[in-house]
């Protein structure tokens, strides 16, 4: 069945190939065949980070990969823009870094606390090699530049307005998806289906693994300020009484991520928008004519902020990487760069065992998980640490400021003290490197 199987989809690639090499894109050579069914051997189901590094490195390995993505493009707001270190080795590993150099974007070398008019200085780059900053691009840029490069590979494809609504399961196997397009249903069979598909998955709903809940104490409120030259620059961190906020350095403008307890939204959000204003001004003052910028809530988007993991990552015929295996806090912003840490190593288990003529079996799979799953407790511990001393310290603290304590003020003073977070956030646990021995371009 799988000679049959890859038969078909090298006939449809084959197609798909005509149809571009005439001018048309990928997708509209696919509504053109008029089909209700693709085959291929890898089935990646969501194009967020995770999802089109994934097919990217399968591609350049030679491994027939599809991508589905539910949206018609990668616009969208407030996502995770930092690329770490982590990341920008893994560019650098695939002769990547230059072109990604060349993306606009802004560098960021140190983080900092602002309690009242205290400044502690939180997390410093320098020093930290190969690479002392945190990138920040804009997401749909990194994606964008991401598939352009993938989609040199002949073995690779991206579907775009490609909703996956099911999961094929016949005789206790996944061979497949479900999925709804512009021209209809689409059935997608496939030898492994991969989950990149973030938080609110729908292959892990559909494969109802189950999930060990870890809490969060708080949602994120995101929103934008204009930004001016004679600002602070860098990531800042500020504590008020009960309340504080993050601030990134975007540049042109601050975006700004304003933390209330867990499931508060909704009862701020019936008051006027007079007084979220009021509540950022009394954090940061310098802002108060900046915040009338903000109009409505329409401006003002909520994350429901959780940390979650799956026992398993895997069942016979599927794995999950990314949000969709653990989702993390916004703390430390190290989402996107540990779901990439997750594809990078399962690109290598992958690309190594079709090198190898071996099955994408249990083994396979269990290695990918085994080789992640440590990184990613480790620091999802840290991150319940942070939420529950900082942020839960700082939210029910409404009468007084929170207090750091005396040694971690002194010890704030030394670069090597703050490169120690710096590096942890930066390039994770278990750094993985790829593997460029499975690379056949």
Same mark, same amino acid.
């Given at each position: 069945?799988?000679?049959?199987?890859?038969?078909?989809?090298?006939?449809?690639?084959?197609?798909?190939?005509?149809?571009?090499?005439?001018?048309?894109?990928?997708?509209?050579?696919?509504?053109?065949?008029?089909?209700?069914?693709?085959?291929?051997?890898?089935?990646?189901?969501?194009?967020?980070?995770?999802?089109? !590094?994934?097919?990217?490195?399968?591609?350049?390995?030679?491994?027939?990969?599809?991508?589905?993505?539910?949206?018609?493009?990668?616009?969208r707001d407030f996502r995770g823009d930092t690329v770490h270190p982590s990341t920008l080795e893994v560019l650098n590993d695939c002769g990547l870094k230059d072109k990604f150099d060349a993306i606009p974007q802004h560098h960021i070398q140190?983080?900092?606390?602002?309690?009242?008019?205290?400044?502690?200085?939180?997390?410093?780059?320098?020093?930290?090699?190969?690479?002392?900053?945190?990138?920040?691009?804009?997401?749909?840029?990194?994606?964008?530049?991401?598939?352009?490069?993938?989609?040199?590979?002949?073995?690779?494809?991206?579907?775009?307005?490609?909703?996956?609504?099911?999961?094929?399961?016949?005789?206790?196997?996944?061979?497949?998806?479900?999925?709804?397009?512009?021209?209809?249903?689409?059935?997608?069979?496939?030898?492994?289906?991969?989950?990149?598909?973030?938080?609110?998955?729908?292959?892990?709903?559909?494969?109802?693994?189950?999930?060990?809940?870890?809490?969060?104490? !708080?949602?994120?409120?995101?929103?934008?300020?204009?930004?001016?030259?004679?600002?602070?620059?860098?990531?800042?961190?500020?504590?008020?009484?009960?309340? !504080? !906020?993050?601030?990134?350095?975007?540049?042109?403008?601050?975006?700004?991520?304003?933390?209330?307890?867990?499931?508060?939204?909704?009862?701020?959000?019936?008051?006027?928008?007079?007084?979220?204003?009021?509540?950022?001004?009394?954090?940061?003052?310098?802002?108060?004519?900046?915040?009338?910028?903000?109009?409505?809530?329409?401006?003002?988007?909520?994350?429901?902020?959780?940390?979650?993991?799956?026992?398993?990552?895997?069942?016979?015929?599927?794995?999950?990487?990314?949000?969709?295996?653990?989702?993390?806090?916004?703390?430390?912003?190290?989402?996107?760069?540990?779901?990439?840490?997750?594809?990078?190593?399962?690109?290598?288990?992958?690309?190594?065992?079709?090198?190898?003529?071996?099955?994408?079996?249990?083994?396979?799979?269990?290695?990918?998980?085994?080789?992640?799953?440590?990184?990613?407790?480790?620091?999802?511990?840290?991150?319940?640490?942070?939420?529950?001393?900082?942020?839960?310290?700082?939210?029910?603290?409404?009468?007084?400021?929170?207090?750091?304590?005396?040694?971690?003020?002194?010890?704030?003073?030394?670069?090597?003290?703050?490169?120690?977070?710096?590096?942890?956030?930066?390039?994770?646990?278990?750094?993985?490197?790829?593997?460029?021995?499975?690379?056949?371009?």
């Amino acid at each position: 069945m799988g000679a049959h199987l890859r038969e078909l989809s090298l006939g449809f690639q084959a197609f798909l190939e005509l149809l571009e090499n005439r001018g048309l894109p990928t997708q509209q050579a696919y509504l053109m065949t008029n089909k209700n069914n693709i085959c291929t051997d890898i089935c990646i189901v969501g194009g967020g980070p995770a999802g089109i !590094m994934l097919g990217y490195l399968l591609a350049r390995s030679g491994v027939e990969v599809i991508v589905l993505e539910k949206h018609s493009d990668f616009l969208r707001d407030f996502r995770g823009d930092t690329v770490h270190p982590s990341t920008l080795e893994v560019l650098n590993d695939c002769g990547l870094k230059d072109k990604f150099d060349a993306i606009p974007q802004h560098h960021i070398q140190d983080a900092a606390f602002h309690i009242g008019t205290e400044v502690l200085p939180l997390m410093d780059f320098r020093g930290l090699k190969p690479f002392d900053y945190l990138a920040l691009v804009p997401q749909w840029d990194f994606l964008n530049f991401m598939a352009k490069e993938a989609k040199q590979y002949a073995s690779f494809q991206l579907l775009v307005d490609c909703e996956v609504t099911s999961v094929i399961i016949e005789s206790g196997v996944v061979n497949g998806v479900m999925a709804t397009t512009p021209a209809g249903a689409l059935e997608v069979r496939a030898a492994l289906v991969v989950g990149c598909d973030g938080r609110h998955s729908t292959v892990r709903k559909a494969l109802d693994l189950k999930v060990t809940d870890l809490g969060a104490p !708080m949602d994120a409120l995101w929103f934008r300020l204009p930004r001016e030259d004679t600002d602070a620059g860098g990531l800042e961190a500020v504590l008020g009484a009960g309340h !504080m !906020m993050v601030m990134i350095d975007r540049r042109d403008y601050w975006q700004i991520a304003y933390v209330v307890p867990k499931g508060s939204d909704a009862e701020l959000r019936e008051q006027p928008i007079s007084e979220f204003r009021r509540l950022v001004a009394s954090l940061a003052p310098e802002l108060k004519a900046r915040c009338d910028s903000i109009q409505s809530w329409d401006e003002v988007k909520t994350l429901v902020v959780g940390v979650d993991r799956l026992e398993r990552w895997h069942v016979p015929g599927a794995l999950l990487i990314g949000d969709a295996a653990h989702t993390m806090s916004p703390i430390g912003g190290v989402g996107i760069n540990l779901a990439i840490q997750d594809a990078v190593a399962a690109a290598n288990v992958i690309a190594k065992t079709r090198r190898e003529n071996r099955p994408l079996d249990k083994n396979a799979l269990s290695e990918v998980q085994r080789r992640r799953e440590k990184p990613t407790k480790r620091l999802q511990t840290l991150q319940i640490i942070a939420q529950n001393r900082v942020v839960s310290g700082t939210l029910e603290s409404t009468r007084e400021l929170p207090k750091i304590p005396p040694l971690v003020r002194w010890l704030s003073r030394f670069r090597r003290f703050r490169n120690i977070p710096a590096k942890i956030v930066g390039y994770g646990f278990g750094r993985e490197r790829v593997d460029r021995s499975n690379f056949k371009f």
